[in-house]
């Protein structure tokens, strides 16, 4: 129990000092599964999440190609902490050092922009 209060302490003030206005929205947030396998047939792609941002900044996916993006955040030092695709309006804790998958729907050729919370940092998947 004393760890986990010193854990939260620790969050809420790196969260005040570097000023995202971090929305606790989603409670089921704790008990995202960890990613780990991926299905045949479904090409993963790595992307990390750290203090410049999302690299890569451009996914380039075939219209139907299975993807899984597989994001992993591994800096404290950043404000995304979790990512927004508005266009689909998904969003997504995202905890330090720990793959997060998240599935994008590739039926359509467009361009899926996905962000930080506050929309600084920004990337996308181009969809043709
Ligand atoms: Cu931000």
């Given at each position: 129990m004393r760890g986990t209060l010193v854990l939260v302490l620790a969050g809420s003030l790196g969260i005040a000092a570097s000023g995202c206005d971090k929305k606790s929205d989603d409670p089921r947030s704790s008990s995202a599964p960890a990613a780990s396998a991926v299905a045949a047939g479904v090409r993963a792609v790595p992307i990390t999440v750290d203090n410049k941002g999302f690299t890569p900044s451009s996914i380039d996916v075939k219209k139907g190609e299975k993807v899984q993006l597989l994001f992993t955040r591994t800096?404290?030092?950043?404000?995304?902490?979790e990512v927004v695709f508005p266009e689909i309006s998904l969003k997504k804790e995202l905890p330090l050092n720990k793959a997060v998958a998240l599935d994008v729907p590739t039926d359509a050729p467009r361009t899926l922009t996905f962000q930080c919370g506050m929309g600084m940092y920004k990337s996308k998947v181009v969809i043709n």
């Amino acid at each position: 129990m004393r760890g986990t209060l010193v854990l939260v302490l620790a969050g809420s003030l790196g969260i005040a000092a570097s000023g995202c206005d971090k929305k606790s929205d989603d409670p089921r947030s704790s008990s995202a599964p960890a990613a780990s396998a991926v299905a045949a047939g479904v090409r993963a792609v790595p992307i990390t999440v750290d203090n410049k941002g999302f690299t890569p900044s451009s996914i380039d996916v075939k219209k139907g190609e299975k993807v899984q993006l597989l994001f992993t955040r591994t800096s404290d030092e950043t404000c995304a902490k979790e990512v927004v695709f508005p266009e689909i309006s998904l969003k997504k804790e995202l905890p330090l050092n720990k793959a997060v998958a998240l599935d994008v729907p590739t039926d359509a050729p467009r361009t899926l922009t996905f962000q930080c919370g506050m929309g600084m940092y920004k990337s996308k998947v181009v969809i043709n």
